[in-house]
Nanobody, 121 residues
Framework: QVQLVESGGGLVQAGGSLRLSCAASGRRFRINNMAWYRQAPGKLRELVAAITSAGSTNSADSVKDRFTISRDNAKNTVYLQMNSLKPEDTAVYYC???????????????WGQGTLVTVSS
């Protein structure tokens, strides 16, 4: 079974920075795209940023120039560097990955358990 484990959330003041990490672990899998989503109270889950296995990225307009997504393919890990945080960035952040389960060659999509980011004003 493949799982994603997130870390790095917490409480920070507006203008501060946090770095989220998400590592995939398990047996016999290949990860293609990785992404970060977030869900604020009472709102729908939204895409924050995504990165392909080749390193191409895209991000939501609301976080451009503030958040940077990166990955270490050797470690099956994706990062989200968040700078100039605003109170409206407060949300649970979820890691997402898609790829291939090489035990049965079926596509897989997995989610992390979520990590809470709280930005105080």
């Amino acid at each position: 079974q493949v799982q994603l484990v997130e870390s790095g959330g917490g409480l920070v003041q507006a203008g501060g920075s946090l770095r989220l990490s998400c590592a995939a672990s398990g047996r016999r899998f290949r990860i293609n795209n990785m992404a970060w989503y977030r869900q604020a109270p009472g709102k729908l889950r939204e895409l924050v940023a995504a990165i392909t296995s080749a390193g191409s990225t895209n991000s939501a307009d609301s976080v451009k120039d503030r958040f940077t997504i990166s990955r270490d393919n050797a470690k099956n890990t994706v990062y989200l560097q968040m700078n100039s945080l605003k109170p409206e960035d407060t949300a649970v952040y979820y890691c997402n990955a898609d790829g291939l389960d090489t035990t049965n060659y079926r596509p897989l999509e997995i989610w992390g358990q979520g990590t809470l980011v709280t930005v105080s004003s």
